[in-house]
């Protein structure tokens, strides 16, 4: 695997698909997983079975991803709901200094190329998030959302 970061405290799971460019440290995939591309996942993050993960998308700490998801390229999960630089008395903040908050994607959901996802929701089980939509709240099992704020489109059927 060239140019390809896998700390030692990974847990990678039997099969794992590793392509050029990423970065894991401190977290878990499981077995049969595909990751793409410039693809980072940071400590605490989990991605279960038979996901696929595409290329250029970042898997914060606190995001966690049941078996059978797909994320499409470009994805983005952000784990702190008011993000600062600095401390009031202008100091760097350091992990002391925010809490993470965490997110989830339940088993089968697929996220389209380009959504962003707010921390704290959770995507439910075979929900669908239209590519570019920003998930600003939980989405409902088995539905589809888009849109920025992401709105519920419709409600999928079993075959889908």
Not at 74 to 94: E, H, K, M, S, W
Request: glycine share 10%; proline share 4%; hydrophobic share 40%.
């Amino acid at each position: 695997m060239k140019f390809v970061q896998i700390a030692d405290d990974v847990k990678l799971g039997k099969n794992v698909k590793i392509y050029a460019f990423v970065n894991l440290y401190g977290c878990e995939i499981g077995d049969n997983t595909k990751i793409g591309t410039f693809v980072e996942i940071q400590k605490g993050a989990t991605v279960g079975r038979n996901c696929k993960i595409s290329s250029h998308t970042f898997i914060c700490e606190g995001v966690h991803i049941e078996d059978n998801c797909f994320i499409g390229h470009n994805v983005t999960f952000i784990n702190d709901l008011y993000p600062r630089a600095t401390n009031p008395d202008g100091t760097l903040q350091t992990e002391e200094d925010w809490e993470v908050v965490p997110t989830y994607v339940k088993k089968g959901a697929s996220i389209g190329s380009s959504a962003t996802i707010l921390a704290g929701v959770t995507i439910g089980e075979g929900a669908m998030v239209a590519a570019g939509a920003v998930v600003t709240r939980d989405v409902p099992p088995r539905t589809l959302v888009a849109g920025v704020p992401a709105r519920v489109i419709k409600h999928l059927n079993d075959e889908i």
